[in-house]
């Protein structure tokens, strides 16, 4: 119809990269914890910030 799939679409793109990021910084936070134990709260929440809360 438009010439486009779902997947081309904004709607469908948005909300997979913000999985992914979610999904890189849980990673990270995850390492950090192995690495050097327990992390502060505020570095933890630094860390879980979103991308939307950032720009």
């Known amino acids: 119809m438009l010439g486009i799939t779902l997947q081309q ?3 469908y793109q948005e909300p997979k990269e913000e999985g992914r990021e979610e999904g890189q910084r849980s990673l ?8 050097v134990g327990e992390l502060p ?7 879980l910030i979103k991308k939307r809360d950032r720009t």
Do not use: F
């Open 9 to 11: 679409t904004r709607v």
């Open 28 to 35: 990270i936070l995850r390492q950090l914890n192995r690495r």
């Open 41 to 47: 709260r505020e570095v933890r929440s630094r860390l």
